[in-house]
């Protein structure tokens, strides 16, 4: 089992940057997702268990960034240059197994679990 906790969304002017935080129980295969309203939920960026890996979206390359530290068995997403179209719920995700999100890590159907979500609003 992981457990997830999310922390640092908030309200941003365009342009602008927010910092999310995931707290983990144990460290795995990482994930971000967001969920507009009325709209499906989406695959922002993910790491591997070391961080040596990353992966983006490309509507969020070049602007945000996905770290871990490790030691506190905790995931960032560094998000820059935050458009009014980032506003969302935004989710982590874990793959317990470590290895389900290689049959496709946009696939919600590979992390088994799930944080609370963050709500990130960017006004224009």
């Known amino acids: 089992q992981v457990r997830l906790v999310e922390s640092g969304g908030g309200l941003v002017q365009a342009g602008g940057s927010l910092r999310l935080s995931c707290a983990a129980s144990?460290?795995?295969?990482m994930g971000w997702f967001r969920q507009a309203p009325g709209k499906e939920r989406e695959f922002v960026a993910a790491?591997?268990?070391?961080?040596?890996?990353?992966y983006y979206a490309d509507s969020v390359k070049g602007r945000f960034t996905i770290s871990r530290d490790n030691a506190k068995i905790t995931v960032y997403l560094h998000m820059n240059s935050l458009k009014p179209e980032d506003t969302a719920v935004y989710y982590c995700?874990?793959?317990?197994?470590?290895?389900?999100?290689?049959?496709?890590?946009?696939?919600?159907?590979?992390?088994?679990?799930w944080g609370q979500g963050t709500q990130v609003t960017v006004s224009s």
């Open positions: 995700a874990a793959d317990s197994v470590g290895s389900r999100w290689r049959r496709g890590i946009e696939n919600l159907e590979n992390y088994d679990y």
């Open positions: 144990r460290r795995t295969f």
């Open positions: 790491i591997g268990w070391s961080g040596g890996s990353t």
